[in-house]
Nanobody, 126 residues
Framework: QAQLVESGGGSVQAGGSLRLSCAASGDTYVGGCMGWFRQAAGKEREGVATIYSRFGSTYYASSVKGRFTISQNTAKNMVYLQMDSLKPEDTAMYYC???????????????????WGQGTLVTVSS
């Protein structure tokens, strides 16, 4: 059973940056996809970004495209989310997820993914 552990959340002012990290252990997702979701208070969970481990191809939600960058270190089984130009509406709990089969828009639906982390909180103040 894979375990995903997120880190890097915190509080930042609007316009600032944060970098989230996700470490996978107990399993490998080489050939699959890893990515990030977020859930703000009172809102549904939404897919933020995903990366296909084999080729490094990425997919972003329109709300973060151009501001967030997902990357990976396959040797360390880690995925990162660089968040720049943060806005108050980016405030949410951010979750790492992984799946060996689902990628792209399928992954971003967030349904029945194989592994989820516990989340890390990002707070952006105006």
């Amino acid at each position: 059973q894979a375990q995903l552990v997120e880190s890097g959340g915190g509080s930042v002012q609007a316009g600032g940056s944060l970098r989230l990290s996700c470490a996978a252990s107990g399993d490998t997702y080489v050939g699959g996809c890893m990515g990030w979701f977020r859930q703000a208070a009172g809102k549904e969970r939404e897919g933020v970004a995903t990366i296909y481990s084999r080729f490094g191809s990425t997919y972003y939600a329109s709300s973060v495209k151009g501001r967030f960058t997902i990357s990976q270190n396959t040797a360390k089984n880690m995925v990162y989310l660089q968040m720049d130009s943060l806005k108050p509406e980016d405030t949410a709990m951010y979750y790492c997820a992984a799946d060996k089969v689902k990628c792209g828009s399928w992954f971003m639906e967030g349904r029945d993914l194989e592994a989820w982390g516990q989340g890390t909180l990002v707070t952006v103040s105006s």
